[in-house]
């Protein structure tokens, strides 16, 4: 195992100096936890900014929803071009409502059942988008402690050795090599906490931006299912 300086060239304690003192194994996890902590922070400003363009597009399309525009209109323009949130669930049980009429409905049952259904799967595959990468979070802030333990242990395990080897437990020749090891913890905790403040906020975001969605799918069914009746009556 390789064993790490007892005092650092040239009295160099820096931070970046405790750094390149270091074993091979106590680095490969210093930079293995920097790379999980500029990553965790990329995900977490994407998902700030996603979500708050989902709340803004789901505030807009309530408002013209709920404008009075007539749903085929409504339908026609959300259809010709990509869409998120509200507005893909509404697309996907509009698509089912139009074709299930022209096709002619025997059952006005396992219309609202096919409704209903496309409703879950595009909401679903919008949850899907909204809670991608929460799990990287949540795997950095349970594992990024331990693997910051792991290298320090693996670095006062070096140094102890090294002290061995030398004789002298002098606190100038020890502390080095402790220090270089308790970095690794110290990266961890710095990758970890930052994880999971943010999966805790950004899911709960998430549930509310899933709960709305919800809502809008439940009332949406409720006016097709009205409208579905209508039609059925007017037909006998």
């Known amino acids: 195992m390789e064993q790490i300086a007892l005092a ?18 106590v680095k490969l996890v210093m930079i293995g936890l920097l790379v999980a902590s500029v ?5 977490i400003i994407d998902k700030l900014v996603a979500y708050a363009r989902i ?12 404008s009075g525009q007539s749903l085929e209109e409504l339908y026609r323009t959300l259809s010709e071009r990509k869409t998120s949130g509200m507005g893909s669930i509404f697309v996907a049980a509009m698509r089912e409502w139009k074709k299930s009429f022209e096709k002619g409905v ?3 049952l396992s219309l609202q059942t096919r409704i209903d259904k496309a409703m879950d799967l595009a ?3 919008e949850m899907e988008t909204l809670e991608g990468r929460l799990g990287f979070l949540a795997s950095v802030g349970s594992a990024a402690p331990f693997i910051g333990l792991f290298g320090t242990v693996i670095g006062i395990m070096t140094s102890f050795q090294a002290i061995a080897g030398s004789q002298s437990t002098n606190l100038a020749v020890v502390a080095p090599g402790i220090a270089e090891a308790l970095l ?18 950004l899911s709960s975001d998430a549930s509310k931006i899933a709960l709305r969605m919800e809502g809008f799918a439940d009332e949406f069914s409720a ?3 009205r409208q579905i009746d209508e039609k059925v009556a007017k037909a006998a």
Do not use: C, M
């Open 55 to 66: 709340r803004v597009a789901l505030n807009r399309f309530e408002q013209t929803f709920w």
């Open 123 to 125: 909401l679903t595959r």
């Open 184 to 201: 690794a913890t110290a990266l961890g905790l710095l990758a970890a906490i930052p994880a999971v403040l943010a999966y805790n906020k």
């Open 8 to 25: 650092a060239p040239s009295g160099d304690h820096s931070i970046w100096g405790l750094f390149w003192q270091a074993g091979w194994i």
């Open 39 to 43: 990553w965790t922070w990329a995900i």
């Open 106 to 108: 025997k059952s006005p």
């Open 223 to 225: 006016i097709l299912s």
